[in-house]
């Protein structure tokens, strides 16, 4: 269910919306390959009316389940937006569409949380990243059951040498 706000009941008095908004109506699945989102979002709110729209404040909570830019690690990461506010707009170009006297929040919120997603996901600043046995030097068996060193690409292209 998305996340409404029912426009009649904001005329009385401010409307305090709290709970959980399930990870399937974010839409955000297959976003980005290193950031996955399994869990709800959970939200406290207050909205209220104004002349020409309705300002929505409060505070906004994700948690991500991400794998390690570096190390490739899973590790989760904690979103928070804090002191989250939204002026939707009722009047004007960019007013908000309104459906049986409901307005749906859910794409404000959704762009936000887009917006505060890691851009480079590490499980923590100091990561060192793949250890050197998973980068290094593999053995492949040569001729005659010999085995021999195979060095990474890059030691292969240092040999050359340019006239």
């Not at 976003?31 to 929505?56: N, R, S």
């Not at 899973?74 to 569409?97: D, Q, T």
């Not at 001729?143 to 040498?161: C, H, M, Q, R």
Request: hydrophobic share 40%; proline share 5%.
């Amino acid at each position: 269910m998305p996340l409404l706000i029912n426009i009649r009941r904001l005329e009385h008095d401010n409307e305090v919306l709290r709970g959980q908004l399930p990870s399937v109506e974010l839409d955000l699945a297959d976003v980005d390959e290193l950031i996955k989102v399994q869990k709800p979002l959970k939200y406290q709110l207050e909205a209220q009316k104004l002349d020409t729209g309705i300002l929505v404040q409060g505070n906004l909570e994700l948690t991500l389940d991400c794998e390690c830019v570096r190390c490739l690690k899973p590790f989760e990461y904690r979103l928070e937006l804090r002191n989250w506010a939204c002026l939707l707009a009722l009047e004007g170009e960019e007013k908000v569409s309104v459906n049986h006297d409901c307005i749906d929040l859910t794409p404000s919120v959704r762009e936000d949380i887009l917006l505060g997603f890691p851009q480079h996901p590490l499980c923590k600043a100091e990561c060192a990243g793949l250890s050197k046995k998973a980068i290094g030097k593999t053995k492949k068996t040569g001729g005659a059951g010999k085995s021999k060193e195979v060095l990474p690409a890059w030691a292969e292209l240092n040999k050359l040498k340019f006239k």
